[in-house]
Antibody, heavy 118, light 111 residues
Framework: EVQLVQSGAEVKKPGESLRISCKGS????????IGWVRQMPGKGLEWMGR????????NYSPSFQGHVTMSVDKSITTAYLQWSSLKASDTAVYYC???????????WGQGTLVTVSS | QSALTQPASVSGSPGQSITISCTGT?????????VSWYQQHPGKAPKLMIY???NRPSGISNRFSGSRSDNTASLTISGLQAEDEADYYC???????????FGSGTKVTVL
């Protein structure tokens, strides 16, 4: 079974750093891109960008460029999303998804809730 | 890149058919076959329902169908069931620097 399993919920203070993870299994991890999506409380889905697990090439949405960093460790079939300095406005659920070449995501991870509060 | 435009809500009675629209531009919905639809129940991850405008993934009921006309894509749910009550999002590849964009989302209510 193809699966993406994300790390658990996090509670952080403004200014702190954070890395969340997304572990793929059941398929060739380096054969398809991983995309990241933000969903703020009560809001819709927002595209953050994607990473190629084979060579770590990234495309960031302009709205997120410079504020988050995507990375992978293909030896453990895991993708990461990280922040160096969190803001309260980063409070959201973050999803990873396996991205097909024709730009659809399936499957999705279960989501990681990130809460940033002083 | 603004979100694709969807109606905020659509409702129908059990057994009826409903259609959700998704309006973009020739730079996204109208320009590529890379339109997909996702279903999201409260507190759950999105689930792919339609890809490449009108293709259903394995395991998705044939009550769900997708189509496109010019810059507007549509998702039709026929034989509406209580379990179809959820939020639905369209998405598309875009030639803008964003590369990918979601719709604003539609809440489907089964009366």
């Amino acid at each position: 079974e193809v699966q993406l399993v994300q790390s658990g919920a996090e509670v952080k203070k403004p200014g702190e750093s954070l890395r969340i993870s997304c572990k793929g299994s059941g398929y060739s991890f380096t054969s398809q891109w991983i995309g990241w999506v933000r969903q703020m409380p009560g809001k819709g889905l927002e595209w953050m960008g994607r990473i190629d697990p084979d060579d770590s090439y990234t495309n960031y949405s302009p709205s997120f460029q410079g504020h988050v960093t995507m990375s992978v460790d293909k030896s453990i079939t895991t993708a990461y999303l990280q922040w160096s300095s969190l803001k309260a406005s980063d409070t959201a659920v973050y999803y990873c998804a396996r991205l097909a070449s024709s730009w659809y995501g399936s499957p999705w991870g279960q989501g990681t809730l990130v809460t940033v509060s002083s | 890149q603004s979100a694709l435009t969807q109606p905020a809500s659509v409702s129908g009675s059990p057994g009826q058919s409903i259609t959700i629209s998704c309006t973009g531009t020739s730079s996204d919905v109208g320009g590529y076959y890379y339109v997909s639809w996702y279903q999201q129940h409260p507190g759950k991850a999105p689930k792919l329902m339609i890809y490449e405008v009108s293709n259903r993934p394995s395991g998705i009921s044939n009550r769900f169908s997708g189509s496109r006309s010019d810059n507007t894509a549509s998702l039709t749910i026929s034989g509406l069931q209580a379990e179809d009550e959820a939020d639905y999002y369209c998405s598309s590849y875009t030639s803008s620097s964003t590369h990918y964009v979601f719709g604003s989302g539609t809440k489907v209510t089964v009366l």
